[in-house]
């Protein structure tokens, strides 16, 4: 199968590595091509535009910062919609809205292609390592067709449903993730003020009720001084927007996540929009005067890449 690759960020990157490390026909664009030179320089090819790619490639992934950027990629006079044609797969790996995801979708079965909505969760050290989960919205014979490509780039597989559930449940999941981000925060803030060692923190964190894979991440850039989890502000506020649209759409009367957002357009607005999400803390070091910060605490987040390669396609019933 031949693949094409849009988007070569932080995440887009790292999973389009795999697949040419893994020796797939590769075909990558990116806005930036210096992003594409060390992939074109592993034996990549390059489309000088959607529409190339689309029509060179069987399955064409994009991984996009934001909804916008990918109906300008789908709909230009030169975008994928003009190349895609039956028997191709587009397959959208971007954190992106259900209703978006499925707009787009329809455009992709007129053509006669087939629409895959397929985002990440775990962080982009577990991207790089091929042991990112990965959610699949789509016909289930579309599933069965591109898996090879998804254990490729992923560990954990779930085919989800129909096109659009994958993104419901991705910012359900990034949701989760930052609300959990905010009250670490304040657990860190609260411990070093109460005297504790931060050091003996995290470790009793992890080893208890109150852990989580946010708390083996994030906490660690944290006190290592770091912040550096390569996913910033803006995303931040973009994905809980999603979510809280979500929520709206279906009526739900939330009350933390408007709390959750006006804490990070607060950080945003402070520290810049492209500021490493974990530096929200500073909201509550800056008033209290404390620096939540552990000696000796390794420079490197901790390496979780699987000891054996090989993936799991979660079971769902479908």
Not at 96 to 121: I, N, Q
Not at 122 to 132: E, L, P, S, V, W
Not at 200 to 220: L, P
Not at 309 to 316: D, H, L
Request: aromatic content about 6%; glycine content about 10%.
């Amino acid at each position: 199968m031949k693949v094409g690759f849009i988007g070569l960020g932080n995440v887009g990157g790292k999973l389009s590595g795999s697949l040419l490390r893994n020796g797939y026909d590769l075909t990558v664009r990116d806005l930036d091509q210096d992003a594409a030179q060390p992939f074109l320089d592993g034996g990549a090819h390059w489309a000088d535009s959607p529409k190339e790619m689309a029509e060179a490639c069987d399955l064409v992934i994009t991984c996009l910062p934001s909804p916008a950027a990918s109906a300008a990629v789908m709909e230009a006079e030169d975008g994928l919609l003009a190349g895609l044609g039956p028997g191709k797969i587009w397959a959208e790996m971007s954190t992106t809205d259900e209703a978006e995801v499925k707009r787009l979708g329809a455009m992709v079965e007129a053509a006669g292609a087939e629409p895959v909505d397929c985002p990440v969760s775990g962080g982009c050290h577990r991207a790089a390592t091929g042991n990112i989960a990965i959610f699949a919205g789509c016909e289930r014979e579309t599933f069965e067709r591109m898996l090879p490509i998804l254990t490729t780039m992923g560990r954990g597989i779930l085919h989800t449903g129909e096109l659009g559930s994958a993104s419901v449940l991705k910012v359900v999941t990034n949701y989760l993730a930052t609300a959990n981000l905010v009250t670490l925060a304040e657990a860190l803030v609260t411990s070093k003020a109460a005297g504790m060692d931060l050091n003996t923190t995290y470790e009793a964190i992890r080893i208890s009720s109150g852990n989580s894979f946010v708390h083996e991440t994030e906490s660690q850039v944290i006190l290592n001084g770091s912040r550096d989890i390569n996913f910033t502000m803006d995303l931040v506020v973009k994905d809980i927007s999603l979510f809280q649209e979500v929520a709206d759409r279906a009526e739900v009367p939330l009350e933390i996540s408007p709390m959750l957002k006006e804490i990070f357009l607060d950080a945003q607005d402070r520290y810049g929009p492209r500021e490493w999400s974990p530096n929200v803390i500073k909201r509550l070091e800056e008033p209290t005067g404390l620096s939540i910060l552990a000696d000796g605490f390794p420079a490197e987040m901790l390496d979780d890449e699987p000891e054996e390669p090989g993936y799991e396609v979660i079971p769902t019933g479908k």
